[in-house]
């Protein structure tokens, strides 16, 4: 009997460490996630850049093909921007609205502003529907103006697309709507296509619309429209001043909503000196997009800053210096040829350090800078590089302008007179024997 207790005793407290070890396992498996997504942010895709640059500073995600709802209308507006920059339409330009634009503008179901059939709008009121209250069927109106045709148009943003540099993408219309809603009017693709978009490319837009057109938050930064029909829309970016998720230094820049894509924003905010743009796709709600916004600017104006990391003539810890052939100096120091400034987390210490590419011209066969040469001439160039070697990542294929130096001698290299040449070849020789 004492035995089967004893035993049962030991069954017991084997039990227990099982039980223990299995909800320590679930805890840590249920605990990566964390690790992985510092901000815990509930959206299925999240991306946060300096606007300045491009500088990737989080990502979620960001390459995941998501449904894009109304963000797709900063395409719209790029190329309408993008028009009037090359003279193809006005912004006092009418237009007449068609009796599809009409009927589609009284969808009530849809955000929209009422256009009436046959009127003439200019293009600016049009833009500033579509803007400020992402009004679906001004966008299609816009469209037919730019490209005669909301399928043509819609050519024209993948063709945009494709020059911007977008890798995860798929535009069917103007809107951002699903195609069932257009009325039978579809312009490419299936009744149930919507247009689709990365976190990364929605970023991408973002970045070059206020690259090449930052007068575009001129418009978006208008919490209240007053349109012509005497009625005042607020925008749905209620992260603008006076409205209920208020964010100071928000000033733009395109919201989106469908069942398909879920809740979605696209912020810019520029407090002092520095601009972000973040993307939070698939929210849960259309509040929900704006918390879990402020969670990554918030993230963004409390952790990081711009910041001069490299120096003009900064030494590169893995070759200071070069062997010369038949120069007077034998060996001569090396370092960069401008400052390096880029986005760092000011919590914490910065690793960086300078990776040198040099050219093949200057060097002989056996790695020596061959005199004479001068320090203003280019040796090849270093990019900064994080602890485990990698590069800075940006949103764009540019990012080496904003990473890379020239790289150069500190000191001009004159070459050495023949009587210097011989003596070396000399000493090299006896070495050679002893």
């Known amino acids: 009997m004492k035995l089967i207790k004893k035993f049962s005793v030991q069954l017991l407290i084997l039990m227990l460490i099982v039980i223990t070890s299995g909800n320590l396992f679930v805890d840590q498996v249920n605990a990566a996630p964390q690790t992985s997504d510092p901000l815990s942010l509930k959206a299925s895709a999240a991306i946060l850049i300096d606007a300045d640059s491009g500088q990737i500073l989080y990502e979620k995600?960001?390459?995941?093909?998501?449904g894009v709802a109304s963000m797709s209308k900063m395409m719209t507006e790029y190329l309408l921007l993008e028009a009037i920059k090359n003279g193809k339409v006005t912004w006092d330009?009418?237009?007449?609205?068609s009796n599809y634009v009409h009927r589609l503008s009284a969808v009530t179901a849809l955000s929209n502003i009422g256009l009436s059939d046959g009127k003439k709008y200019t293009v600016r009121q049009l833009y500033q529907a579509m803007a400020i209250y992402s009004a679906n069927a001004a966008s299609v109106a816009i469209a037919e103006v730019i490209a005669g045709s909301e399928?043509?148009?819609?050519t024209l943003m993948n063709q945009k697309a494709e020059t911007l540099g977008l890798k995860n993408y798929?535009?069917?219309?103007?809107?951002?709507?699903?195609?069932e809603d257009l009325l039978g009017q579809i312009a490419v693709g299936a009744p149930s296509d919507e247009n689709l978009m990365s976190a990364n490319a929605v970023a991408k837009v973002a970045y070059n619309l206020l690259k090449d057109f930052p007068e575009v938050l001129d418009t978006a930064s208008i919490p209240k429209l007053k349109f012509v029909d005497g009625k005042e829309y607020i925008s749905f970016n209620w992260m603008l001043p006076g409205l209920a998720h208020d964010y100071l230094g928000v000033d733009g820049l395109k919201t989106g909503s469908t069942n398909f894509a879920g809740a979605c924003f696209t912020a810019t905010a520029k407090r002092g000196d520095q601009r972000y743009i973040s993307v939070v796709m698939k929210s849960e709600t259309k509040n929900s997009r704006f918390e879990?916004?402020?969670?990554?600017?918030?993230?963004?104006?409390?952790?990081?800053?711009?910041?001069?990391?490299?120096?003009?003539?900064?030494?590169i810890i893995e070759q200071e210096d070069i062997p010369i052939a038949k120069g007077k100096l034998q060996r001569v120091s090396i370092s960069s040829k401008k400052p390096i400034s880029i986005v760092v987390n000011k919590s914490a210490d910065p690793q960086y350090s300078l990776k040198f590419l040099r050219d093949e011209e200057p060097f002989d066969k056996k790695g020596r800078l061959v005199a004479p040469f001068s320090k203003d001439e280019s040796l090849g160039h270093a990019v900064i590089v994080d602890k485990d070697g990698n590069e800075i990542k940006f949103i764009h294929d540019h990012g080496s302008e904003f990473t890379k130096t020239d790289v150069g001698v500190d000191q001009d290299v004159k070459k050495a007179n023949i009587f210097v040449l011989i003596w070396r070849a000399i000493v090299a020789f006896f070495q050679g024997l002893f």
């Open 151 to 154: 399928k043509d148009f819609v």
């Open 61 to 66: 995600n960001a390459d995941e093909l998501l």
């Open 292 to 315: 879990e916004t402020k969670k990554l600017l918030d993230y963004a104006f409390t952790n990081f800053e711009k910041r001069e990391v490299f120096p003009i003539n900064s030494k």
């Open 170 to 179: 798929k535009f069917v219309n103007c809107t951002g709507l699903n195609n």
């Open 93 to 97: 330009q009418e237009v007449t609205i």
